[in-house]
């Protein structure tokens, strides 16, 4: 059995690891005109899906755009690498990227993906709401600062007063040890991107409460799109054309993949990053990917992300989303207006 000691000391190794690229490498031609963005994404992430399709379809090089991609274990190794100037732009949630921001780092958002986590549990589980969570080994994805694990605090603090982080046993780790761990039986739950819970699905496991649950029960009438591409404010700053070919890159991409009579090429080489072994396993994924595909324009996306950021500084305060009180300005990336 894995105790927590050793989940907490694989998941430090990983991060440890963040100066070693797992894959990476240009993706896209020398002949693009901008300059190449560093990107790091994850290597099981959907991000990375997106990219493969870009190539394939050759929307990167029809925007002007050239990828320098690194693919990092988990999404505390992506952002100390953000961090230390390592990469200009990484994948992570709206929240990291606000309470960054309002800390000092000059970052812009660009909305990515709202398909969203779950925490999961096995079939005949008695655990059926957040209070059930309490006394139970809790597997945590993407580290105590993922917007997720903020959110359902929030969520089990307003339901049931419960302070998760002391009334259940967390255990933050990389998704796939979590989902192999719930597998074992050695989780009693587990709080797990999207991905995996697709996974799990088949196996017999359930989900017992959906980020977008969580967030509903906030009282929003539709979420913000919480995983985004988040870029260096310097980078966004000198390189605005870059920035704009590469999020025109992304919003083409996303259109495509939903189009069936021009998605086939794309969803061949997104379907080689998926790790699908079947094909239930491949629709399931795909749908998850394009029920994700933003679809609110960017004002909307910025007040809904400024109501969610108002509720959680109301429930949680400085210990769920940092020093600021209201959501940081100019977070979210403006192209440059067309000449």
């Not at 259940?168 to 989780?187: D, I, R, T």
């Not at 980078?235 to 495509?256: D, L, Q």
Request: hydrophobic letters at 50%; aromatic letters at 8%.
């Amino acid at each position: 059995m894995l105790t927590r000691r050793c989940l907490l000391a694989l998941s430090g190794a990983a991060l440890s690891g963040a100066a070693v690229a797992l894959a990476g490498g240009p993706l896209s031609p020398a002949r693009a005109a901008t300059p190449p963005i560093r990107l790091g994404i994850l290597q099981f992430g959907s991000a990375a899906w997106e990219i493969a399709a870009m190539g394939a379809l050759g929307l990167d090089a029809a925007n002007a755009v050239t990828l320098d991609v690194t693919r990092y274990a988990n999404n505390d190794a992506g952002r100390v690498a953000f961090m230390a100037g390592a990469a200009d732009a990484i994948v992570s949630d709206l929240l990291w990227a606000a309470r960054v921001k309002a800390d000092g780092r000059d970052l812009v958002y660009i909305p990515f993906s709202s398909s969203e986590g779950a925490v999961m549990v096995p079939k005949g589980s008695p655990i059926r709401s957040v209070a059930d969570l309490a006394g139970k080994r809790l597997g945590v994805a993407g580290g105590p600062l993922d917007k997720s694990w903020l959110m359902l605090k929030a969520t089990a603090q307003e339901k049931a007063g419960l302070d998760l982080q002391t009334a259940a046993q967390p255990v933050f780790a990389a998704p796939p040890l979590l989902a192999a761990e719930l597998e074992a039986g050695n989780l009693d739950a587990a709080l797990i991107y999207w991905t995996f819970a697709a996974r799990l699905e088949p196996k017999g496991f359930r989900q017992m409460l959906t980020v977008e649950e969580m967030v509903k029960g906030f009282g929003l009438a539709h979420e913000p799109t919480l995983v985004g591409y988040v870029f260096d404010g310097a980078f966004a700053r000198a390189n605005p054309g870059t920035v704009a070919a590469f999020a025109a890159a992304s919003r083409a991409t996303k259109m495509a993949l939903a189009d069936p009579a021009r998605s086939g090429p794309g969803w061949v080489a997104a379907r080689a990053q998926m790790q699908a072994g079947d094909e239930a396993t491949f629709e399931a994924l795909r749908r998850g990917f394009l029920a994700g595909i933003p679809r609110l324009s960017l004002a909307e996306e910025q007040t809904l992300a400024e109501q969610l950021y108002a509720v959680l500084v109301k429930l949680g305060g400085a210990k769920l989303v940092g020093s600021a009180t209201r959501l940081p300005a100019d977070l979210y990336f403006k192209a440059p207006a067309a000449r």
